[in-house]
């Protein structure tokens, strides 16, 4: 594939979404030439646990993506998330080196380093290095320092960080499809790429992407990353409730979420509203109260928005996000989740995508394919990077890139 192609692939617990793109030379937009969707095997709350399985997970998304396309991925940027993934914040201080006390690139370089050379648990590297801002002399707080003047330059950064061995298993199952893995993108910060504009990230926002497996939040305010959490709760979890409610299988259960199912104002539906659930459940006798559906959806919903609450609570600043929450991922889907949210939370609620993109678009205006879209606008902003091992943690390089005129 040139290198005028850009690729995305987002491994998730329910299905593996492939995203090509090819970069326009006059207005550096993405133009959206093959899209591959498969159903993922072998993960688990987005770690690996039958190799195997995942690998053939991958590779029936990427052929269909390359059949589309007509051209063949020999790299990608690939998400990432799981409960193992931590956050924490660091500082790095570092004396101004030129005579003429002007911030050099050299000086940021040095200092971001000094940020990110932290105590990791046993088997943790670093997958992002995210400054936040930086401090000249102590006392003025800018976002880019370069060509300004100090004597004493400080940052505050935010570190991703995740297991080792998890993220090596995960790089094998592109790997191991003739594909390099070009970075990995910790899934919130790749579908906000997608879902949120600058005027929302200014102001403070909330993305919650709720993916199959696990939900993963991130706080913007002033146009940086303040909080980041997963969540050990999605979609799939309400299947399993419906699947245990109907003594069904899996994929009837979903089959019941995805045509019947809605979350929010049981009260508004009458007692006598039934649905007929008997072509699903090949049973003649299966018609059951629409309330019935709701209730089950609505326990694991409140569920998830009890820790959602929660954690919109833990930013110091306790941050008023007047752009609200913006949902995105597979779960944001079911029917009444934005009016249910706004109920919950008490915020301006909208559903995220990404679709407003050249060439094969139309099937993207889904909140589902937000984090592959995203990893396309990663690789396009951050620009070709070589592939990384796995077991070696992620530099600042491309953050630095961001700061030169």
Sequence with gaps: MSSNYITGIDIGNASVKTVIAEMSPDTDAPRIVGVGNALSNGLRRGMVVDMEEAIQSVRDSVQQAELMSGSKIRQAHVSINGLHIKTQTSRGVIAVSRADNEIAQSDISRLIEAASTVSLPSNYEIIHVIPRTFIIDGTERVKNPLGMKGVRLEVEVLLVEGLSPYIRNLAKCVTSNGIEVADFVFSPLAAAKAALDKHQREYGVALVDIGGGVSTL????????????????????????????FRTSLDKAESIKKNHGSVGAVESVAKKDLVDLSAILEDEEAIVPRRQI??????????????ISTELKRPASNLMLPSGLVLTGGGANITGLAAFAKNRLGLAVKIGTGSSYEGISEQLDNPAYAVAIGLVLWGAEHGAVPPRNPLIPQKFIKWLKSFIP
Aim: hydrophobic letters at 55%.
């Design 218 to 245: 991130a706080i913007f305010h002033e146009g940086e990353v303040v909080h980041t959490a997963v969540l050990p709760i999605g979609a799939r979890h309400i299947t399993n409730d419906l699947a245990i409610a």
């Design 294 to 307: 709701i209730k089950i959806i609505d326990a694991r919903m409140n569920e998830l928005f009890d820790m």
